[in-house]
């Protein structure tokens, strides 16, 4: 057999020239036709099964808090010691509603916030009020003392 790209002498049966690579169109014999039809066969019945489906589990959805939920934890959030501890539970906690735990979660960093805040303008207007302190001024004397 030959390429009829090349010419190069090829083995009976190949489909592709190991010269340039060109695709043989050759005279298949009762083996080569017994062994398509075989494949054929065992092709078609390797595509008669379903697909088998998959299973993704969907997510379970908290419900959404009412108003009187939310207007019951701002009341709790109100009493000192209370609303602490139950930040802590709310963000914390295992079993509870997803939209209460971000709310805990939201609260406590603007508690951290507020705090960071706190220590920063303490500070700034107590370095303030100790630098008039020593400063000697007077205070009864008002604006006259320049």
């Known amino acids: ?5 090349c010419g190069a002498e090829l083995a009976d049966g190949t489909r592709y020239c190991t010269n340039c690579g060109a695709e043989v169109a050759f005279n ?26 998959q299973y993704y589990p969907q997510p379970v959805m908290d419900p959404p808090l009412s108003v009187g939920q939310y207007i019951g934890m701002f009341l709790l959030m109100a009493i000192p010691i209370v609303n602490l501890v139950l930040v802590l539970v709310w963000a914390f906690g295992g079993s ?50 320049f």
């Open 28 to 53: 298949a014999t009762q083996e080569n036709v017994a062994e398509n039809q075989q494949q054929t066969s065992y092709d078609q019945q390797a595509y008669n099964y379903a697909p088998q489906q």
């Open 1 to 5: 057999m030959r390429c009829e790209n």
């Open 96 to 145: 509870v509603n997803r939209n209460r735990k971000n709310y805990a979660r939201a609260i406590l960093i603007m508690m951290l916030i507020a705090i960071v805040l706190m220590i920063i303008l303490v500070a700034i207007f107590g370095i303030t009020f100790f630098a008039f302190w020593d400063s000697g001024y007077n205070w009864g004397d008002g604006f006259n003392s």
